[in-house]
């Protein structure tokens, strides 16, 4: 939902059109480029709602594109942390009772919003009827009347504009996102590439929805399975804390690159996803190298690579 590049080009250079593009699947204009994501200057983008009704009909669409889309940058919306200021004990490491306090609050809360954002290798979005579109699922697992959640950000994604009685009479069942994600492919395909922005917990809900069941029970079986079901996940926030130092939200950081949220608003799935995505294609075009030293997960290291050095 916002542009920047580090000297970008003024136009892109010719090519044959995508598979997608011949079948009216998709559309990409060749005109001046805005900084950052590949979407012309003024030209609106659409955040296609996606309810019960027509889920369907919008998976069909995005397990189309996504094959020549193939970069997913995710978001999710949840009623908060009930659990957080816990007592560590001396035996557990921080890392695995991080995970333990995140399980807890999965296992307990539910699901209200998940957004998608598609790009391909040149962070071109899809067009569907002439259109840019990503993708905001409300989902109507949620009851504000008896489910456990934390007021103050309940609050937040009321101000935002999240309609809660909407979202439990229309929305879609996570139960029944999981199976679309599973139908339409984006669980353990190895084409896919997912983006995200500190999205632990994010990928953690979509776990839930996929299966059905509580997290793992420690975080070595959590982050085997989480590979298993999404492969090589690049998050923006390790490039944000190891290479700028700074411990801001998305919000500030993506401030900080010159990237402005064009599309939907803050606190909102849809929206999120597409600044999590315009960020992320916004540290592609800066000289930005892998770092090297004792700290720094191996893990971290080689995604940023499959990710930044292909």
């Not at 697992?141 to 309940?154: E, R």
Request: overall charge positive.
């Amino acid at each position: 939902m916002c542009r920047s590049a580090l000297n970008p080009p003024s136009k892109y250079p010719r090519q044959r059109r995508p598979l997608a593009s011949r079948q009216n699947a998709n559309r990409l204009l060749t005109l001046e480029r805005t900084p950052g994501m590949a979407v012309p200057d003024d030209v609106p983008i659409r955040i296609r709602e996606v309810w019960d009704r027509n889920a369907l009909r919008e998976f069909k669409h995005i397990g189309r594109l996504k094959r020549i889309f193939s970069t997913v940058s995710i978001d999710t919306e949840f009623p908060g942390c009930i659990l957080s200021n816990t007592i560590r004990p001396e035996q557990v490491s921080e890392e695995e009772h991080k995970y333990q306090v995140l399980k807890a609050n999965v296992d307990m809360l539910k699901l209200i919003q998940f957004g998608i954002t598609l790009t391909n290798k040149r962070g071109e979005l899809p067009m569907i009827g002439g259109q840019y579109c990503i993708w905001q699922f409300n989902m109507r697992d949620f009851d504000i009347t008896t489910d456990m959640f934390v007021p103050s950000s309940i609050q937040l994604l009321q101000n935002s504009g999240i309609d809660f009685e909407r979202n439990r009479r229309d929305g879609i069942d996570s139960g029944r996102l999981g199976s679309l994600l599973v139908k339409f492919k984006f669980i353990s395909n190895p084409r896919i590439r997912y983006v995200c922005y500190q999205g632990d917990y994010d990928f953690a809900y979509l776990i839930k929805a996929v299966t059905g069941e509580l997290m793992p029970s420690t975080l070595v079986e959590f982050m085997k399975l989480r590979k298993n079901m999404f492969g090589p996940i690049y998050d923006v926030r390790h490039t944000q804390l190891h290479h700028f130092h700074t411990v801001c939200g998305l919000q500030r950081f993506s401030d900080s690159l010159g990237i402005k949220r064009i599309c939907g608003a803050a606190h909102q799935a849809g929206s999120d996803s597409l600044l999590t995505s315009s960020t992320y294609q916004r540290l592609k075009s800066l000289p930005i190298k892998p770092l090297r030293g004792k700290g720094l997960d191996k893990q971290v290291l080689k995604t940023f690579r499959q990710f930044f050095l292909e």
